[in-house]
């Protein structure tokens, strides 16, 4: 069964709006990444959060991970339309696993 | 630098029929996957290999093989196709094994419609 589950199943906001997204998983973690995977095309790796860390950041990416609540969350401020795509979260427990990802819409 | 190159990106296949899905890396990475994802969900662990000459079953390996000979190559096989594995099918990598992934290096996928 998929351990990362990505809430909500999908966002539109306008051009310029921050986009939050989550990530709830259910047992220990090594590390929790972001992904994004537009129309068609592959995954690609967007930031790696550790188990000790608590809040990472990379350009208009920031993550947060709280590893009490078992959840993640990818910020991404001053969105673009080029931000549209689906974003998963992937929980490191063993194995890899993802979760059904955020379809996120940016119009512009 | 191609990465991770995956064939065929697209085929049309009987029911019952032999497939065979290649992917290629050029990074050394000691760790490959094979992930398949349906229509508008996430994506599911097929087969793994940690290293050269080993293979670990994932989430949903029932109906597909794999082998890994060499660091490079990681074939995934259908053996008799069925309409259920109508699928667009992800070939990855990592440097680490898949019990320390760090970050996966995507292939653009194969989209595999099994008739």
């Known amino acids: 069964s998929q351990q990362g589950e990505e809430d909500p199943q999908a966002l539109s906001i306008q051009e310029g709006e921050n986009a939050t997204m989550n990530c709830s998983y259910k047992?220990?973690?090594?590390?929790l990444q972001w992904y994004r995977q537009n129309s068609g095309r592959g995954l690609v790796h967007l930031i790696l959060?550790?188990?000790?860390?608590r809040e990472k950041h990379s350009g208009r990416l920031r993550v947060t991970l709280d590893t009490s609540k078992k959840s993640s969350s990818l910020l991404i401020t001053a969105s673009r339309a080029a931000d549209t795509a689906s974003y998963f979260c992937l929980t490191n427990a063993g194995k890899s696993t993802f979760g059904d990802g955020t379809t996120l819409t940016v119009k512009p | 630098i191609a990465g991770i190159t995956q064939a065929p990106t697209s085929q049309i296949l009987a029911a019952g029929r032999r497939m065979t899905l290649r992917c290629t890396q050029d990074?050394?990475?000691?760790?490959m996957y094979w992930y398949r994802q349906d229509l508008g969900l996430g994506l599911r662990l097929i087969h793994y290999?940690?290293?050269?000459?080993?293979?670990g079953k994932g989430e949903v390996p029932d109906g597909y093989s794999v082998s890994r000979a060499n660091t490079d190559d990681f074939p995934l096989t259908l053996a008799s196709a069925v309409p259920s594995q109508t699928s667009v099918y992800f070939c990855a990598s990592s440097e680490q094994g898949a019990t320390n992934t760090g970050e996966l290096f995507f292939g653009e996928g194969s989209r595999l419609t099994v008739l």
């Open positions: 959060i550790r188990s000790n860390e």
């Open positions: 990074m050394r990475h000691n760790a």
């Open positions: 047992t220990s973690i090594n590390n």
């Open positions: 290999s940690n290293t050269a000459g080993t293979t």
